[in-house]
């Protein structure tokens, strides 16, 4: 259930009392017609703009099959560009209905914030970046450096996490958003930079002179990210986390977004129940019953996407790692549809 501040006028003063809206996250959704999808601002190969304002990535595409998967239609979704400082409240208050913005998933936000993760989309760990000119090869060696890193993340704790652990002296420069940091490590003010693995990659391309950076060897924490929703609508709960598993699963079934229809008449009994050809499980979360088979052929299985904005087909060029499918040595594994 959502709630709505209703503004009451006792006497002469105006109160504020909390009225519970009886409409599901689903119903709202969609009575407008749209998914309203939290990204962030700006982070090449998971979300950005073009010029033009059409938003492409990682995360992105995770919206667009949501979006598929309810409307059929993979345009049926509008982002708000999100700051990893305002990202949570955005959700809470209803501002958005979904957030994909390179979360990680932790216990006190998973417990103490109101929201509800179900999904991990990218296995991920926090690096170092450093000038190759500055004869660094390990962060170890970085004790009084001065380290650029974003507030209101979990990587600002880390951080602070990793030097303690090594007896380290700590020198933060922290900001409030992404680009104000990559901006201060490209002119010389810190001496590294400090994010999620992906996003060093992603924001190395970004940078003046991207040959003149490395990525550390070391990786300092475990950073498994994913989709979020608020808490206390198990229906939308359950439409975001079996989108993720439904496009996991059609990777390994070898379901593409080129023969979803051909694959209908599949043999398979995990092929057609994944595509609605058997079964009633669309219904259960409140959707038709082709709701994965919209998703996939809209956007592509979790391989087709993670190739097409990160991975070998993309600029990044980021290896599948640990978020291969688990048939394929990675740790990528969903529970099946049955």
Not at 224 to 248: H, S, T, Y
Not at 303 to 315: L, M, N, P, Q, Y
Request: contains cysteine.
């Amino acid at each position: 259930m959502k709630s709505a501040i209703v503004p009451t006028v006792v006497g002469a003063a105006l109160s504020l009392t909390v009225a519970s809206a009886s409409a599901t996250t689903l119903e709202d959704v969609q009575a407008k017609g749209f998914v309203q999808c939290g990204v962030n601002t700006g982070l090449l190969g998971f979300a950005s703009p073009d010029d033009a304002g059409n938003w492409t990535g990682f995360d992105v595409d995770f919206c667009r099959a949501v979006a598929a998967a309810i409307f059929n239609d993979v345009d049926a979704v509008r982002y708000t560009p999100l700051s990893a400082k305002d990202r949570f409240t955005a959700l809470q208050s209803g501002e958005i209905d979904l957030l994909s913005r390179n979360t990680t998933w932790t216990m006190s936000r998973d417990t103490s914030l109101g929201l509800a993760f179900g999904v991990v989309t990218y296995y991920d760990g926090q690096g170092f970046m450093v000038r190759k000119d500055d004869g660094i090869t390990s962060a170890l060696e970085l004790s009084g450096a001065a380290v650029c890193v974003q507030t209101g993340t979990t990587t600002e704790l880390n951080l602070a996490d990793y030097f303690t652990r090594n007896n380290m002296d700590l020198n933060p420069v922290v900001f409030e958003k992404l680009d104000e940091a990559i901006a201060a490590y490209d002119s010389g003010r810190c001496d590294a930079w400090t994010t999620d693995a992906s996003g060093l990659y992603s924001t190395r391309l970004v940078l003046a002179n991207p040959d003149d950076h490395i990525v550390l060897p070391e990786v300092i924490s475990k950073e498994p990210l994913g989709p979020v929703v608020r808490q206390g609508d198990e229906e939308w709960f359950n439409i975001m986390k079996w989108v993720g598993f439904a496009l996991l699963n059609a990777e390994e079934l070898g379901i593409t977004s080129a023969n979803v229809d051909a694959m209908m008449n599949d043999a398979n009994p995990q092929v057609r129940r994944l595509l609605g050809a058997d079964g009633s499980f669309g219904e259960s979360i409140g959707l038709g019953n082709d709701w994965a088979a919209n998703a996939v052929k809209a956007v592509g299985n979790y391989g087709e996407i993670f190739d097409r904005t990160i991975g070998a087909d993309s600029t990044l060029q980021i290896a599948r790692g640990l978020n291969a499918l688990w048939v394929n040595g990675g740790i990528q594994y969903a529970p099946p549809i049955r």
